[in-house]
């Protein structure tokens, strides 16, 4: 399956963005979807994840409350929407698709990446 993440860009520390993750190839009907992040000098951390299937929800507790994942069966896409932002969460976003049927935190546990989208937030 190959992703596309796409949304990134620049906003102001409390504002919004929706990044969208399209996967084509194949469905990823069988497979949880996850968001990653990585901020320079820092190593890639798990954001939110979802099973396609049931659609169940998890987070990192740093966007708890903030962030909310979803998915569009009919698009094959998953969103991530990002709301107050911080300064802490600019990085560069990455969707990927889990070997499994369901989203871990564990990035080894995703087969499949997308190119990343940038996320800049100002304070």
């Known amino acids: 399956v190959q992703l596309q993440a796409s949304g990134g860009g620049l906003v102001q520390a409390g504002g919004s963005l929706r990044l969208s993750c399209a996967a084509s190839g194949r469905t990823v009907s069988n497979n949880g979807v996850g968001w990653f992040r990585q901020a320079p000098g820092k190593e890639r951390e798990f954001v939110a994840g979802?099973?396609?299937?049931?659609?169940?929800?998890h987070y990192a507790d740093s966007v708890k409350g903030r962030f909310t994942i979803s998915r569009d069966i009919a698009k094959n896409t998953v969103y991530l929407q990002m709301n107050s932002l911080k300064p802490e969460d600019a990085a560069v976003y990455y969707c990927a698709a889990s070997r499994r049927p369901y989203a871990s935190a564990r990035s080894a546990d995703f087969g499949s990446w997308g190119q990343g989208t940038l996320v800049t937030v100002s304070s």
């Open positions: 979802i099973n396609w299937r049931g659609g169940s929800t």
